[in-house]
Nanobody, 118 residues
């Protein structure tokens, strides 16, 4: 069973960068779609970025496009989210997720907290 684990979160100042990692894939290339989400307390979960096997194609939410970059390393079975120019509104719990097929995401990590504050 796939158990995803995020790492790399922390407390940083505005303008800083963080690299989030997501490990636990048996074979990341076998997943139809992998991606990153975030959720702040009391707010709806937001889809930040995804990579689809079809194409492949990528998606970025408008709120992070140009600042965040999604990537994966098939050899290491690891998903990454490079976050640059972080802003206080980026403060949230960040989750990686994967879908074996089209539709709902089947696997989720436990989340890693990102806090951006001066």
């Amino acid at each position: 069973q796939v158990k995803l684990v995020e790492s790399g979160g922390g407390l940083v100042q505005p303008g800083a960068s963080l690299l989030l990692s997501c490990a636990g894939f048996d074979e990341i290339s076998s997943m139809y779609m992998v991606g990153w989400f975030r959720q702040a307390p009391g707010k709806q979960r937001e889809r930040l970025s995804t990579i689809s096997q079809l194409g492949p194609t990528t998606f970025y939410a408008a709120s992070v496009k140009g600042r965040f970059t999604i990537s994966k390393d098939d050899a290491k079975n690891t998903l990454y989210l490079q976050m640059n120019n972080l802003k206080p509104e980026d403060t949230a719990a960040y989750y990686c997720a994967a879908a074996r097929g089209r539709g709902d995401f089947d696997y989720w990590g436990q989340g890693t907290q990102v806090t951006v504050s001066s």
